[in-house]
Each structure stands twice: as structure tokens, then as C-alpha cells.
């Protein structure tokens, strides 16, 4: 939040420094590397196969792991390799795209809880808190009953799960430094409600949100997955980790690799977002230990 | 303590009401309507008509919400499309089954957890700490299906250790228990990471305090102050965490019935999704809403209980 | 008191809602409080924790709505003012807050810090960077702080990023709550000297908020003595100080340590502690806990003596040298 | 016979930045049956020299060099982890600053007052009654009924008093008192500071009492220990020390306390500088960038000058005349 006054200095060192702070850490490298690949394979998947992801072939179907098909095939005889890559897109797209959604509506929401009068707090809160009374998977369940399984449906599901708790951090944070003694300094010298959220508070409590968001991603990538394995996500012929390992799961006593070839990416994302999150969180704030 | 308990018990109630509302507000505005949803695409007009008529969807939002909402505290949760069997009735016969199936995953969670917790915390720094630490964020990371899955997979279909299907022989508690050890496990395996995770740091946060620092310049012995005077402190937070740890659970339920094949609210959810049959499918969630905030009060009253500083701030 | 008080505070209340539903009750943080602060002046209110001075500093400073009474400001009344029309009247009074560096934004550079009442009150046509140098040079901060962060200043230099930010657009009072806490007794000399020359020098009337008598007896022109939301006594330091005429007055300066160890400690010790305000004493706020209690003081509110300045709420006011009626009693 | 007898203790920490040498060269004592002041500013190694006598050093904390002697027989700094448990409490007991945090919130006041005499034979009544008469001899009402009550049910005044009685109930040979009273307001910190002067009377123990309040020190300690940035400057009597202060850094922070100036003073004195980092401390006088009387032999470490027998200063112009008081 430097103005005007004074500019910060070397800007190249300041990208820098964090990630070589993370590169320190044997989790955090594993991490990033875990992280970097899935995002590899994803953006370059056009690049890595020549199969395409859909594409069915009955003569090839149920072939096991080899040079061929180097993940093997699934029942449709389409390129397993070439599904994983295609559904990280998937994976990663729901997810970023959700929780930056997420986060920027909850952030808003927080503030005005937080910062706003009492009674529009109590309203907020009890409205977050009934959202969170319904186990996820449940209220996902119901929505895209009506709604008709879609990437949108996942992720409104998400958003609607992930906001009340992004807003209940920001409010809370926000009600402890709205009594802090800079804050009532500020009021002091007359700064209005909107300068008081943008110069004292706002800066203060986006960076722990963040670092909680980013170890949300899993949850969200998990979300997707599950909606997707329930064959309630993506539509079919579109691949999906999830619809993957259903197409495993269906055949599992026969032909195990097909659900390894869904299940292994996922938990391949899913722990190098966390160890990243982690290492992230306790490079940068390491008060949010255990949260 | 009792009035405590007044409090906890009508925000409770306030809280499933505004759910039910929110739960309505959904099905009122997204697109997409509850009767053709049942009916399926090929129905005629006539019979959505009909079945409009039946659901009471004709009727003023207002006077729908009022008749949802007296219905639903009353227990009547309307009846079933295709064989009109009360949805209470229907979610009640298999709501044991889930619930055998949660506190399955509690008790890993607790029996695993907090001993894994207090060991890293206590051994803070050591390999077992690290390794302690990086086995709960691995399993906190990876999805409960997946793990459903793979611990199908490993155990019942290659090893043949346990049984890979069904909720096991009615009265047979044995073959019920062995067939809950899998599916328990995958709803349980991310909470044992959570848990251990948090009784860790609040052991470590408890055990810098000033009155632990107290209890040590007394010469207390070192098992009487981690476990009377900084383990009493520090499973605070692990209780509050495990209620919400149960509204997770229950998402994990549904997964762990589907893999495994067993009974409960989540294959009933699952199914009548398949088989558009609506009424089950806002029931079911109104129902473990309700079984989540009731299981969440009994969460908070034993934090009361534990702590004497809520008991009196009441 | 020749010239025009520039703060005058009439009858004041601070009153805080209570209980929850179905008995909602209020207590009194300050229980009708009235004094006046004139320019060049310095002010000091004394007084142990829960006695109200803080709350009384922040009505004055327009942060805590007042029950009532009147708080007029340079010929203004300002507590009727909503919070746009109190801006104006915030860059001719400006408040310092206990915590040397828990008062600075944390993410701002001192040199934003100092600067920020110029960008809230939209000041044009000056040049940030040189008023930020003017100010720290000052407060005899080096220049080159405008870079640091406040967690990189120690409590002496936070304190006085503090008073650069207070001074920045020439008040004409500056509420100062707890000046030296927090601070080493070799940086509070420094801290309160800063603040005496920069009101000689730019004719500044102050008001001081500590419980800290030392310091109130060498920076003070008068002192009033808080119990329970109430002053008990109020005068011209030396007064106050000489010839405490209030019980509570009296004991707080006896139970001063001082750093001589001859001191023979002439001690009025009180027994009890203060009373909750949820369970305010009825008569005299005092009597719970004063040596020199007689029976109307339990029944009977305390009228205020006016004399020379001075004003005691006190049935009976001490004669110099009081001693406590015990110590008469018992043995020598 | 002497309690405890501090001699040329260093303490070091290591941390990212490098070693910080946080206590350097202290020597002292306390003798038997005496109450001893350690006054020092922040940054003066107080807390590391009590956690170095209760053992408690944090993980990175190490002892360097010099020792600890309790009662003529314990060296502290190399007791076994069980012999210092067994020291604590019974023998060497501690009244922590902050009245709010010293006792544990969840534990009732009876139940942790019994839980210390863990090593005592007397059956669960004599225990109890014990802590009663300890209740009642630090002057909480209604002693009884207070010990099934919570630490939150106290008002914080009881609470550093309670503390006191927990400290005092095993008759240790040595209570450290760590800024008992900085928390308390002043009518109650001057109550408390009687309170403890009467029971260390009582029971006839030694008292090493921290304070950075000169004014507390004066009236309740018989010797004084001066430390500046994790030396110790000056000792002697306390009438030794306030009444003829030979080091620099003692008679600045004197001057400073506005509470010795009886004359109405606009303009209080003060030490100008900051506290040297103690990662990089300077060869020679810790306090020579902040000394009035600084000199070019300043750069080498000054010796411990003996004004008189136990009054000692660690300065060059410690036995020269002074502007304030003294010998002109």
C-alpha cells in the first residue's frame, strides 16, 4: 500500500525471493514441481499426444498400459493418456476459475459484515452459517438435479460452498482490526469508511485468504471429480478425472488401470496444491498454522 | 449451563429455518422445474399439469414456502413420485446405516488423530513430527472417493482382506462391523490427518503459554502438564473442528455408499437422483442438515461442559 | 482562564448497553464529567483502569457517541456533528492512541504514515515528500525513515511517527491517551519533552490521558483525578499535587512508589477493590473504599466544591496532611 | 550463606541472522534470606536470566560459559532434567508478569494449588487445608469456596495474588518474581509489594525480584542488580546504588525517572540512542555510544571496578568523581 511517499524497491527481487523461499523446502519443491507438471500437461496436451481424447475405437478397447496407448484404453477403445491430459483443463479451470470467484465475492461479503452495521452482521452470519449447514455433497446433489448435470452447475456448487467460509475469515479479521488502535487512528483523522477498507483493513486481511484459498484448490479439483464421478459433472463424451475413474470403478475387477489412470492425477494435483499451499502459508504467515 | 443450552438450541433452530429457506430459494429460482425434472422429457403437458397440481406448484410462493416449511418441522417431507410412501418414513429407514457408517469415520478419526497429534506435538521438530505432518496432509488432500476406491481396490478386490460389498448380514454384528472397517476408513482417513493437524498446533500454542510455563516452573511432572493441563485446553478446538468435520463426513458418506455399495442417505440421494424422484432428494438434504446442526449443538454443549469459561460467559 | 476555553465539556455521560434481550440495561463509563482545556494548556487526565478516562478521550475526540451534555470546540458544539461534519473539525483536533506501534497501520511506510492526514483531507498543493521530510525532521526522526514499515521502528521512534502524524495539519489540540505506555523510562523523557516543545513552539493546547502521576506532576497546568467514570478532583497540578482534598486523590499519590529508599512511606492504604460499574456504589462513588467514610457518604451523592480553580466532590474534603482516621485510632 | 550464586554466566542464542549474545559476563548473588532487584530496560536480558536459572531456555538458548550455584550445591547450569523438576517449585519457585495467563484456565483454583504438592505425603484434607491457609495468608475472601472456582472468576489482582500464594505454599529457598506487579494499577501494586515484603519475612525466604520500575525496587529490595543489553552494569546495596550510582548508564536512568525529580520540570532528562544489536556487540563498554562520559578507553572491555566491598561497577571511570552527587 505505498502511495505516494515512497516507492519499493527492486521489484524483480521481490518475485524472487518467495519462490526460492519455497524451493528451500523439500515439500514446497515437490510441490511446485507436482504443480508445474499438471499445468504442463494441461496447456500443452495438444502437444503431448496425437490421439484425440474422444475419438472411440472399437477395436482398441480394454487395452492395458503400453507403447501404444501409453495408459492403455477404456471401454469406448478412446486414448487414456490423452483423457488424463485433456481432463487436467478441466480440473484446473473449474478450479481456478471458481475460486477466484469465490474470493472475490467473499471478500466483498466479508467486508460489509465485518465493517457494516451490527444487524446486516447478524443477518450475514446466519445466512453463512445455514449455507454451511448442508453437507456439500448433498446440496450439490440437489442443485444439479434441477439444474442438469453441467461444468457450470460444479461450479456454482462450489462457489455457493466456498464463500460463506472465505467471508466469515475476511469479517472476522475484519472485526478485530476494526477496533484495532490504527484503525480508530484513522477514524481520528476523519478517513472515510471506503479509504478505511482500502488503505487499513483490506491489505491486512487479503493476504492470509489467499494463502487459504490457494490450499482450497484440492477441495475444489476433488469437488469436480466427485460430481464427475457421480456423472454428475461434465457431460460424457468430455473428459474428466473423474468420469475416468467411474469408468474404472465399473470395471475394476477386469481392468484396474483404467481407474488407476483417473485416480493417480488426481492425487497427484490434489497433493502438490497442498504441499505448495502448505509451505506457501508457512513461508509467508506462519500464524495460520493448524487452521 | 441450562441456559446455555436454550440459547445453543433455539439458534439451532433458527439456523435450519433460514437453511430451509435458502433450500427453497434454490429450487424456486434456478431454472428448471421440479415437475418436469420427475417426469422426465418425455411426459405430456397434461401429466406435468397434473403433477404441478399434486406438488402444490400452482400455488403462491409464499403459501409454497409456508406449506414446505410447517411440513417439514412436522416430519412430513412429502411422499415418494412413484409409490407415495411418505419421504420421511423412507429417509428414516436408512439413515442408521449412514450413521453407523459416520461414527465408523469418527472413530478413526479420534482413535488415530489425537494420539498422532499429541506424539508430533510432543516430539515437535523429530522425524516422527515430519513424517506425522506430511502423512496428515497427503491424506487431507487426496479426495475421500478416491481413497474409497483404491482401498476397494487394494483390500477387497486384490488382497481379499475384507468384504467389498453391502452393510452385511442384518443381525449379524460382526459381518456388519467387517463390512464397515473399508468404507469407514475412506470416510474417516482425512479426518485423521485434520485432527492430528489440529491437536498439534493447539498442543504447540497451549504448550507456550504462560500458565504451561508456570506449571513447569512448579516442577510439575512433564506427563501431568501435557496431559491435565495442555491436553485439556488444546482438544477444545478439535471439538469444534470434528462438528463441522461431520457435515464432511457426510458428503463422504454418500461417495463411500456408492463405492462400497452399501445402504444409507447417500445411495438413497444418489438413486432417486437417477430416478428423478425430487421429494427424496430435498429430503434427504433436509434432513442431514438438521442431523448436522443437531450434531454440531452436541459438539458445542461439550465444549461447554470441557470449558468453564463458555459455561459462565452464558 | 482569560482567554476563550478551546474544548469546553459540559455535564457529560458515555453510557454502554447492557445485558441481552428481554433485560437490556445500561452502565455509565462516564458519569457526567465537566472541565475545559484553554489554548497553550495542558490537561491531564489521571486515573487507575476502568475509571472512564479513555472513554472520556474518545467522546471528546468524537469516536463514542455521548449520552449527554454538551461538547463544544473552538466556539462549535461537535457532538451534535454527523461524521461529515465532524471532518472539518478533525484536522483542528487530533488524537494519539496507547500502542506506540499497534497505532500504525502495518503495512504502511512512515513515510505514507505521516502523510496520510494531507491525503484524507484532499490538502492541495503540497508536496508529499517534502512534507514528509519537514515532519520527521520535526520529531528528530532521520529522513530516511519514510522507507521503514512500523514493526521496524522500536516503541521511542513508532511514538514519535505518532506525534509527526498528529502535528501534520496544525491542530490546535492534541489528545494524547497514554503517551509514554509502553516505552523505557530513558525514552519517555524524550517523548514527553518532544510533545512540551512542540506546544511551546506551535502554541498547541493538550490533553493528556496517563496513569502515570510522575509524569502528570512535571508536564501538567492541571489534573483531574477520574474514579468510576467520575472526576473526584480537578485543579492546578501543583494544587492537586500539594494538597490532595479528595480521599481517593490523596491515596493514589501516597501509593506512588518513589526511587528513594529512605523514603518513609506515609501510606493511605485502601481496602477492597473497585467495584464493578455493572454495581455502581450509591452516595459517593468512593465510599466503598474510603478511610475517612461517615454514614451520609453512603446515602448521599457528594456536592462539588468550587474554590480557586479547584473543584472536589467530596463530602468531606481532607485539610493538608490528612491522615486516615485508623491510623488515629490504633496504637501507636 | 549464600542462595544463588551467579558467576561470569553468558547465554547465547542462535538465529537466522546470527548468534545473539544475550546475557555476557554476569556475575552475582543472592544472599540468604535477602531481597535482590534486577532493574533493566527492555532488551536487558531479564527474562533470559531467569529462564536460565529455572532451566527453561528456549530450544535455540544455550549457556556458553560460567555457572549457577543453588544453595552451595546444584549447579543449574548442568542438572539433570529430573533433579531441576525436583528443584522447581519446592525449592526455587516463580511469579510470572502477566496475572491473566499464570494460572490454567481450565483447571480449578483448588485443583492446581493441591496438583503442586504433588510430592508431598500429607493425605487430599491436609492438602486442602493447606491451600486455604495459603489463600487466606495472601488475603482472598472467603478462602474455601475460592479454591473451586476458575481463574476467570478472579478479578486480575486476586489473580497475581493467588499466584503469590502457589509460589509461596512449598516454602522455596528462592521465589523470582518477574514483574509482579507491572500489570497492576498503582493502588494495588503498592498492596501486592507490601503483601510480598510480609510473607518473604514469614517464611524467610530469598527473593530475586525483576522490575524495570525504580520506585517499586527502592522501597521493597535490599540489594540492586543494574543490566543493560544482557550485562550487568552496577550492584551493590540498594542505598548504594540510588544514593551513589557510579556507573553512567545507573545514574542516567536515575535522572530520567521523572518520580526523582521532587522539582516541577518541563523538561525531563533522557538517555539519547538506541540499545546496540546484540549480534554484533561492540568490543569494548556495551553502554559507550549512548555515555555522557565516554572515553577513548572505552573501546576495550571495562573492568569491574569495587567502589566499595559489594558495590561494583563495570566501567574505566567507576572510582572518578562525578558531576552528580558523589565525592565533590
Known amino acids: 500500500m505505498s502511495e505516494v511517499v515512497s516507492n519499493p524497491p527492486g521489484r524483480v527481487a521481490e518475485i524472487w525471493r518467495p519462490i526460492r523461499k519455497i524451493l528451500r523446502e523439500p515439500l514446497g519443491a515437490l510441490g511446485l514441481f507436482l504443480v508445474l507438471l499438471v499445468i504442463f500437461g494441461a496447456v500443452f496436451a495438444d502437444f503431448l499426444t496425437s490421439y484425440d481424447p474422444t475419438r472411440i475405437n472399437p477395436r482398441a478397447r480394454f487395452q492395458g498400459p503400453g507403447a501404444e496407448h501409453l495408459l492403455g484404453t477404456d471401454q469406448l477403445g478412446r486414448d487414456l493418456f490423452a483423457r488424463v491430459l485433456h481432463g487436467g483443463r478441466i480440473a484446473l479451470y473449474v478450479a481456478l476459475v471458481s475460486t477466484a470467484v469465490s474470493l472475490a465475492i467473499g471478500i466483498v461479503l466479508g467486508l460489509i459484515a465485518g465493517y457494516g452495521p451490527r444487524w446486516l452482521d447478524n443477518l450475514m452470519i446466519l445466512l453463512f452459517d445455514a449455507m454451511k449447514s448442508f453437507p456439500t455433497v448433498m446440496l450439490a446433489l440437489a442443485l444439479v438435479t434441477l439444474m442438469g448435470p453441467s461444468l457450470t452447475a460444479v461450479m456454482v456448487v462450489v462457489i455457493l460452498v466456498t464463500v460463506p467460509g472465505y467471508a466469515r475469515i475476511i469479517r472476522t479479521q475484519t472485526i478485530a482490526l476494526k477496533s484495532s488502535e490504527y484503525v480508530t487512528a484513522a477514524q481520528s483523522m476523519g478517513a472515510s469508511s471506503a479509504r478505511i477498507l482500502r488503505v487499513h483493513i483490506l491489505p491486512n486481511v487479503i493476504g492470509p485468504l489467499v494463502i487459504l484459498a490457494s490450499m482450497d484448490i484440492p477441495v475444489v479439483i476433488g469437488i469436480e471429480a466427485g460430481m464427475s464421478f457421480l456423472g454428475l459433472g461434465v457431460r460424457p463424451p468430455t473428459p474428466s478425472w473423474g468420469s475416468i475413474l467411474n469408468d474404472g470403478f465399473t470395471g475394476i475387477r477386469d481392468s484396474a488401470w483404467i481407474a488407476i489412470a483417473g485416480g493417480v492425477p488426481i492425487i497427484i494435483t490434489t497433493l502438490g496444491f497442498t504441499f505448495l499451499g502448505e509451505t506457501l502459508r508457512d513461508v509467508f504467515d506462519p500464524r495460520l498454522k493448524g487452521r | 449451563m441450562l441456559t446455555y443450552f436454550v440459547k445453543r438450541l433455539g439458534l439451532a433452530a433458527v439456523i435450519v429455518s433460514v437453511a430451509m429457506f435458502l433450500l427453497f430459494c434454490m429450487i424456486y429460482l434456478i431454472p428448471g422445474d421440479p415437475a418436469s425434472v420427475a417426469l422426465g422429457p418425455r411426459a405430456t403437458e397434461e401429466m406435468r399439469a397434473a403433477l404441478r397440481e399434486k406438488m402444490g406448484l400452482n400455488q403462491p410462493v409464499i403459501l409454497q414456502f409456508w406449506n414446505f416449511y410447517v411440513g417439514a418441522w412436522t416430519g412430513d417431507l412429502g411422499e415418494e413420485v412413484l409409490s407415495g410412501r411418505p419421504v420421511m418414513t423412507v429417509v428414516l429407514e436408512q439413515l442408521p446405516f449412514t450413521l453407523a457408517l459416520i461414527a465408523g469415520g469418527i472413530t478413526w478419526s479420534v482413535a488415530l488423530g489425537i494420539p498422532l497429534g499429541c506424539w508430533a506435538a510432543v516430539s515437535r521438530g523429530s522425524t516422527a513430527d515430519r513424517i506425522v505432518g506430511i502423512l496428515s496432509v497427503a491424506v487431507i488432500a487426496v479426495p475421500s472417493f478416491v481413497i474409497a476406491i483404491y482401498a476397494l481396490l487394494i483390500f477387497a478386490v486384490q488382497l481379499r482382506w475384507l468384504p467389498a460389498i453391502g452393510a452385511g448380514e442384518p443381525g449379524n454384528l460382526g459381518d456388519q462391523l467387517t463390512h464397515l472397517i473399508l468404507p469407514s476408513l475412506a470416510v474417516g482417513l482425512g479426518w485423521v490427518g485434520y485432527i492430528a493437524r489440529m491437536v498439534r498446533a493447539s498442543m504447540l500454542e497451549v504448550l507456550e503459554a504462560s500458565h504451561i510455563r508456570t506449571a513447569r516452573a512448579f516442577g510439575l511432572p512433564d506427563r501431568m502438564i501435557t496431559y491435565r493441563y495442555a491436553l485439556s485446553i488444546a482438544i477444545l478446538p478439535t471439538v469444534t473442528l470434528l462438528g463441522v468435520g461431520i457435515g464432511q463426513m457426510l458428503s463422504s458418506a454418500v461417495f463411500a455408499e456408492i463405492v462400497f455399495a452399501r445402504p444409507g442417505v447417500g445411495k438413497l440421494v444418489y438413486d432417486a437422483i437417477l430416478t428423478r424422484n425430487f421429494p427424496v432428494v430435498t429430503g434427504t438434504v433436509l434432513v442431514t442438515t438438521v442431523l448436522f446442526v443437531l450434531l454440531n449443538l452436541v459438539a458445542d454443549l461439550i465444549i461447554g461442559a470441557l470449558d468453564p469459561r463458555v459455561r459462565s460467559s452464558f | ?332 | 550463606m549464600t542462595t544463588l550464586a551467579i558467576n561470569n554466566l553468558n547465554v547465547t542464542f542462535s538465529t537466522e541472522a546470527g548468534p545473539l549474545h544475550a546475557l555476557k559476563n554476569v556475575t552475582f548473588d543472592i544472599p540468604e534470606n535477602r531481597i535482590v532487584g534486577i532493574v533493566g530496560e527492555s532488551g536487558c536480558g531479564k527474562s533470559t536470566l531467569i529462564n536460565a536459572i529455572l532451566g527453561l531456555l528456549a530450544d535455540n538458548g544455550t549457556v556458553d560459559d560460567g555457572s549457577i550455584l543453588f544453595e552451595g550445591a546444584d549447579e543449574l547450569t548442568t542438572l539433570s532434567a529430573s533433579r531441576m523438576r525436583d528443584l522447581r517449585g519446592p525449592r526455587i519457585s516463580t511469579v510470572f508478569q502477566d496475572p491473566m495467563g499464570a494460572l490454567n484456565p481450565v483447571i480449578s483454583v483448588g485443583r492446581q494449588m493441591i496438583n503442586i504438592q504433588y510430592r508431598s505425603d500429607l493425605s487430599k484434607e491436609e492438602k486442602t487445608q493447606r491451600a486455604i491457609d495459603m489463600l487466606e495468608l495472601v488475603r482472598i475472601p472467603d478462602a474455601r469456596a475460592a479454591l473451586g472456582r476458575y481463574p476467570h472468576q478472579f478479578s486480575g489482582g486476586m489473580k497475581q495474588r493467588i499466584a503469590i500464594a502457589m509460589a509461596l505454599m512449598m516454602e522455596p529457598a528462592l521465589l523470582i518474581a518477574d514483574e509482579p506487579t507491572t500489570a497492576l494499577d498503582a493502588t494495588l501494586e503498592v498492596t501486592t509489594i507490601e503483601l510480598l515484603k510480609d510473607l518473604q519475612q514469614e517464611i524467610g525466604c530469598s527473593v530475586m525480584f525483576i522490575s524495570h520500575h525504580l520506585g517499586v525496587i527502592a522501597e521493597l529490595c535490599d540489594d540492586v542488580v543494574v543490566m543493560y543489553a544482557g550485562e550487568v552494569v552496577e550492584r551493590g546495596t540498594t542505598r548504594q546504588i540510588f544514593q551513589n550510582p557510579r556507573h553512567p548508564y545507573t545514574a542516567r536512568l536515575l535522572e530520567c525517572d521523572p518520580a526523582r525529580q521532587s522539582e516541577r520540570t518541563r523538561h525531563l532528562p533522557t538517555i539519547p540512542g538506541e540499545i546496540p544489536d546484540l549480534r554484533a556487540r561492540p568490543p569494548g563498554c556495551i553502554f559507550a555510544n549512548r555515555c555522557h562520559r565516554v572515553q577513548p578507553a572505552c573501546t576495550a572491555p571495562p573492568p569491574d571496578a569495587v567502589i566499595v566491598d559489594g558495590h561494583i561497577a563495570r566501567c574505566f571511570v567507576a572510582n572518578e568523581p562525578t558531576e552528580v552527587g558523589g565525592i565533590a
Open chain 3, 1 to 332: 482562564m482569560s482567554t476563550d476555553p478551546i474544548l469546553k465539556v459540559e455535564d457529560v455521560q458515555v453510557s454502554f448497553p447492557t445485558g441481552g434481550l428481554g433485560r437490556r440495561s445500561s452502565i455509565l463509563g462516564v458519569a457526567g464529567v465537566s472541565f475545559e482545556v484553554h489554548p497553550g494548556e495542558t490537561f491531564a487526565l489521571v486515573g487507575e483502569s476502568g475509571s472512564g478516562k479513555t472513554t472520556l478521550a474518545r467522546a471528546v475526540n468524537g469516536l463514542q457517541p455521548i449520552s449527554e451534555g454538551a461538547i463544544t470546540f473552538e466556539g462549535q458544539r461537535i457532538d451534535t456533528l454527523d461524521r461529515r461534519s465532524m471532518k472539518p473539525v478533525r484536522r483542528r483536533m487530533s488524537m494519539m492512541f496507547q500502542d506506540p506501534v499497534g497505532s500504525l497501520s502495518p503495512r504502511m511506510t512512515v513515510g505514507d504514515l505521516v502523510t496520510e492526514p494531507f491525503r484524507i483531507h484532499g490538502v492541495e498543493g503540497r508536496n508529499l515528500r517534502e512534507e514528509a521530510a519537514r515532519l520527521l525532521t520535526l520529531v528528530g526522526l532521520p529522513v530516511d525513515f519514510v522507507g521503514r514499515f512500523p514493526h521496524q521502528l522500536s516503541g521511542g521512534q513508532a511514538r514519535r511517527v505518532g506525534v509527526a502524524r498528529a502535528i501534520a495539519l496544525d491542530p490546535a489540540l492534541i489528545i494524547a491517551d497514554e503517551p509514554t505506555a509502553g516505552l523505557d523510562v530513558s525514552v519517555q523523557g524524550e517523548v514527553l519533552n518532544l510533545l512540551n516543545d512542540l506546544r511551546e513552539r506551535l502554541g498547541l493546547a493538550m490533553m493528556i490521558i496517563t496513569h502515570n502521576l510522575h509524569v502528570v506532576h512535571h508536564v501538567a497546568d492541571r489534573t483531574a483525578v477520574m474514579y468510576l467514570g467520575r472526576f473526584m478532583e480537578a485543579g492546578n497540578t501543583e494544587d492537586v499535587f500539594g494538597a490532595p482534598q479528595h480521599p481517593y486523590s490523596a491515596a493514589l499519590l501516597s501509593a506512588n512508589p518513589e526511587p528513594d529508599p529512605d523514603k518513609v512511606h506515609d501510606r493511605i492504604t485502601l481496602p477492597a477493590e473497585v467495584p464493578s460499574l455493572l454495581a455502581r456504589p450509591r452516595g459517593c462513588e468512593f465510599h466503598t473504599r474510603c478511610p475517612w467514610v461517615r454514614d451520609n457518604c453512603r446515602s448521599e451523592p457528594p456536592v462539588r466544591h468550587h474554590e480557586n480553580g479547584r473543584t472536589v466532590a467530596c463530602h468531606f474534603p481532607l485539610e493538608p496532611g490528612a491522615r486516615p482516621p485508623v491510623a488515629e485510632t490504633s496504637p501507636a
